[in-house]
Nanobody, 129 residues
Framework: QVQPVESGGGLVQAGGSLRLSCAASEHTFSTYAMGWFRQAPGKGREFVAAISSSGGGTGYADSVKGRFTISRDNTKNTVFLQMNDLKPEDTAVYYC??????????????????????WGQGTRVTVSS
């Protein structure tokens, strides 16, 4: 069991930056690969970024590559999403998710939401034009 809790969302102007944080309650956090998803109004849940349990491997949706960076600090049971050059299209509720890595510290989980085991409650990001 890992219980992610997201924070750091807010309202920013286009071109601005935010850093989202996802804190997990379990000491087994370091055994989970992590992902960020987002859901915009009227849209399905969209993959944003993922990171291996060690932090050494990452993957990004094409829409955010070069602007967003996912990272983690396993000593603090926390994963981050640094979002730069934000666009109105980035407006969404952002969710942190966890997937058991089953012993692979380099495994980057896929973009399919159903692959993930645990989800946070979400944090809202609004980007004004």
């Amino acid at each position: 069991q890992v219980q992610p809790v997201e924070s750091g969302g807010g309202l920013v102007q286009a071109g601005g930056s935010l850093r989202l944080s996802c804190a997990a309650s379990e000491h087994t956090f370091s055994t989970y690969a992590m992902g960020w998803f987002r859901q915009a109004p009227g849209k399905g849940r969209e993959f944003v970024a993922a990171i291996s349990s060690s932090g050494g491997g990452t993957g990004y949706a094409d829409s955010v590559k070069g602007r967003f960076t996912i990272s983690r600090d396993n000593t603090k049971n926390t994963v981050f999403l640094q979002m730069n050059d934000l666009k109105p299209e980035d407006t969404a509720v952002y969710y942190c998710s966890a997937k058991a890595a089953y012993g692979s510290n380099s495994y980057v989980p896929p973009s399919r939401a159903n692959a993930y085991n645990y989800w946070g409650q979400g944090t809202r990001v609004t980007v004004s034009s």
